[in-house]
């Protein structure tokens, strides 16, 4: 009412964009994404925003994931470099669940049907291409590992001949730190491509002349994976 105090108007605006935000419909979606753009939540609020948008959303479609991607995009969003990492992994996770495929059932789809498919085109003409540019631009090796992790955690499988690359260290900025976060980045999802991704593996555990950390790295990722006997043989 008019006459609340301004401790509970802001309280019960609070809990208003609590409830938007998790609940997780479309309408919901677009309407807190506009909040964020427009640069009306807090800082605290837009990082809630970005990470939890793969947990509450119901309905990733492929427009609904567009329209997240033009988020992420936003200045809004860019001009935060703590929060232009978040969202990168966040919005990599949720299109690898959403249109990849996962182990795990994120969404209804028994219910609504398969709402973005491997064969979404914007994947390989615009997300992927947009992540590639992040890693290519940034300047600091924080900024590199948050878009390897980002690409990894993606998974499509154009993005392994890039990491595969960071990983044999054959990339100009390559350092020991890269090559572990590449090593790494694809653990949730390196048994889709065991058959590229295991002899690099293996290249550098069995190779004294690497460090310590990236051999640990990738005898963890061949212990995980448990690769046929053939490879252990070579």
């Given at each position: 009412?008019?006459?609340?105090?301004?401790?509970?108007?802001?309280?019960v605006?609070?809990?208003?964009?609590?409830?938007?935000?998790?609940?997780g419909?479309?309408?919901?979606?677009?309407?807190?994404?506009?909040?964020?753009?427009?640069?009306?939540?807090?800082?605290?609020?837009?990082?809630y925003?970005?990470?939890?948008?793969?947990?509450?959303?119901?309905?990733p479609?492929?427009e609904?994931?567009?329209?997240?991607?033009?988020?992420i995009?936003?200045?809004?969003?860019?001009?935060k470099?703590?929060?232009?990492g978040?969202?990168?992994?966040?919005?990599?996770?949720?299109?690898?669940?959403?249109?990849?495929?996962?182990?795990k059932?994120?969404?209804p789809?028994?219910?609504?049907?398969?709402?973005?498919?491997?064969?979404?085109?914007?994947?390989?003409?615009?997300?992927?291409?947009h992540?590639?540019?992040e890693l290519?631009?940034?300047?600091?090796?924080?900024?590199?590992?948050?878009?390897l992790?980002s690409?990894?955690?993606?998974?499509h499988e154009?993005?392994?001949?890039?990491?595969i690359?960071?990983?044999?260290?054959?990339?100009?900025?390559?350092?020991?730190?890269?090559?572990?976060?590449?090593?790494?980045?694809?653990?949730?999802?390196a048994?889709?491509?065991?058959?590229?991704?295991?002899?690099?593996?293996l290249?550098?555990?069995?190779?004294?002349?690497?460090?310590r950390?990236?051999r640990i790295?990738?005898?963890?990722?061949?212990?995980?994976?448990?690769?046929d006997?053939?490879?252990?043989?070579?």
């Open positions: 009412s008019l006459s609340a105090s301004q401790e509970v108007k802001q309280t605006r609070n809990l208003f964009i609590d409830i938007v935000r998790n609940s419909s479309s309408p919901c979606v677009m309407f807190i994404l506009e909040l964020l753009k427009t640069y009306q939540l807090t800082e605290i609020e837009n990082y925003t970005i990470v939890t948008l793969g947990h509450y959303i119901k309905t479609t492929e609904l994931i567009h329209q997240i991607f033009l988020t995009k936003s200045p809004a969003v860019q001009e470099f703590w929060l232009k978040s969202a990168h992994l966040a919005f990599a996770n949720l299109v690898r669940n959403a249109c990849l495929g996962s182990a059932s994120y969404y789809e028994d219910v609504f049907g398969k709402m973005c498919t491997s064969s979404n085109k914007k994947i390989v003409q615009e997300y992927i291409p992540l590639v540019q290519k631009s940034a300047t600091t090796s924080i900024d590199k590992q948050i878009a992790w690409l990894g955690q993606l998974a154009s993005v392994v001949p890039i990491m690359n960071y990983m044999e260290g054959k990339t100009q900025d390559s350092t020991n730190q890269l090559r572990k976060v590449a090593l790494y980045a694809l653990n949730d999802v048994h889709f491509y065991k058959h590229k991704l295991v002899p690099v593996f290249a550098v555990a069995t190779n004294p002349a690497e460090s950390n990236l790295a990738a005898i963890t990722m061949l212990m995980k994976w448990e690769p006997t053939v490879y252990m043989q070579t």
